[in-house]
């Protein structure tokens, strides 16, 4: 069921819409171009329930604030045990000497109310405390009952955006492989939940594998490949519906790994004839299609730049597969990658600065990232097999998937920032891989 949700108005009579100054150092403003090791600590105490039926939700909505923020890495939540002022009122004056004493540098204060009707109306203010001032404009959402979490998030989006003055990401979902059954016999079937794992859908049944779904630039949409023919096809998805339909499929013909340019109309993919995989283009609204590789090689894995001007790719034209770089329409391709190993689903970043990758080295596999021309190289995690990366909405956060070892091995999803902290695994109800990170909702 889609929410609805809404941003009402910036609540009447709070303060004008400039950042607090910290009275040492300027802005509370946190800063994580490197990285962050000491997380900012905050408190946010329990949103006030200001109608009888709010009270569960006011608390729900506080846990979901306090754990987006925390597991970022960024922030550190002061806990509720320890706060000396008590907030029973929205609109009560912050007590900015108790909230200092117990070192909280910012302070979240919210109000949630719920009607007869189902409306969910929640509220908050961000305060700087060292400098006593409120941060931004004071918020207002309204929803339903269902969306209480979405508005949490929106919430949280909020203070993370006021804090760090980067893009959010907290109100986004990630479409992914859900597994089970045992690893010789495993049932996969495409499912979709927010980005933490919680309010998981199901988008299709498991009678056929299906692989590598990818979201469109609108969220709308999921490309992915399944073997419901008996050859690898791939499908678009209604996420809405979950009505879908094959792509370009000719008779024995084998076409995967599809991926939407930014345009949202037109989508790159693999296609295996005659022995031979190389890169096509499809225009989905005239069906035309147009070739981009002809080497003798294997050519699969595209991803487009953010502006759609180039597509990155993994070949094995030089004899190991390796990244490049060609022009989105086709044409001479560039070598990125020369490190030792083995490179392979390259995803660039939507900042359009990094491209992050999967790399096979020593019997280890690597989530990494380097530049755009192939320089400054990190790996980010090693396991048995970590694989398929996607980037969060802000270009900040690598989602991916890790298989355990051995004939019980298991494979789930986990996450990690670009600075190589904050390793944390994302949970979900059954095994999970071929995650992708989808937009921010509206």
Request: aromatic content about 8%; cysteine-free; charged content about 20%.
């Amino acid at each position: 069921m889609r929410v609805i949700l809404a941003l009402v108005a910036i609540l009447a009579g709070l303060a004008a819409p400039v950042m607090a100054q910290d009275e040492r150092s300027g802005p509370l403003r946190i800063e994580i171009t490197e990285g962050v090791i000491e997380p900012l600590p905050f408190a946010v105490p329990n949103f006030v329930a200001e109608s009888a039926q709010a009270q569960e939700m006011a608390a729900n909505i506080t846990r979901v604030i306090a754990a987006d923020l925390t597991g970022t890495g960024l922030f550190r939540e002061i806990p509720q045990d320890a706060h000396i002022a008590r907030v029973t009122a929205f609109s009560s004056p912050v007590q900015f000497a108790d909230w200092k004493a117990i070192n909280a540098q910012a302070l979240i204060v919210g109000g949630v109310s719920v009607d007869d009707s189902g409306k969910v109306v929640v509220k908050f203010r961000l305060y700087d405390v060292f400098a006593g001032q409120q941060m931004g404009d004071g918020l207002q959402f309204v929803g339903t009952t269902d969306g209480w979490r979405r508005i949490a998030h929106k919430v949280s989006d909020q203070v993370y955006a006021q804090l760090t003055g980067e893009d959010p990401y907290f109100d986004s979902r990630v479409v992914f492989v859900s597994e089970t059954g045992p690893k010789d016999a495993r049932q996969k079937r495409l499912a979709i939940m927010d980005y933490d794992g919680a309010n998981v859908t199901y988008l299709t049944d498991s009678a056929s594998i299906v692989l590598a779904p990818r979201f469109s630039p609108g969220g709308d949409r999921v490309l992915y490949t399944s073997y419901e023919s008996g050859f690898p096809k791939i499908y678009v998805l209604d996420v809405a519906t979950a009505g879908r339909n094959v792509l370009n499929a000719a008779d024995g013909e084998m076409s995967f790994a599809p991926r939407f340019a930014p345009n949202g109309q037109t989508i790159v993919y693999s296609l295996t004839t005659g022995g031979n995989t190389d890169l096509y283009q499809l225009n989905i609204g005239s069906g035309q299609t147009s070739r981009l590789t002809t080497t003798p090689s294997i050519e699969t894995a595209p991803s487009f730049s953010p502006d759609g001007s180039k597509i990155v790719f993994e070949s094995d034209r030089s004899g190991t597969p390796q990244l490049y770089v060609m022009p989105a329409g086709g044409g001479e391709a560039t070598r990125i990658s020369f490190g030792q190993g083995r490179y392979g689903t390259p995803v660039w970043s939507p900042r359009g600065d990094l491209i992050a990758f999967t790399k096979q080295s020593k019997g280890r596999f690597h989530i990494g990232v380097m530049r755009t021309d192939g320089s400054e190289e990190r790996l980010l995690t090693a396991s048995f097999l970590d694989e398929g990366p996607t980037w969060a909405p802000n270009g900040r956060v690598i989602m991916f998937a890790r298989e355990t070892q051995g004939a019980q091995g298991t494979s789930s999803l986990w996450s990690v920032d670009i600075t190589g902290r904050n390793l944390k695994q994302v949970r979900t109800d059954t095994g999970a891989s071929d995650p992708s990170w989808g937009p921010l909702q509206n």
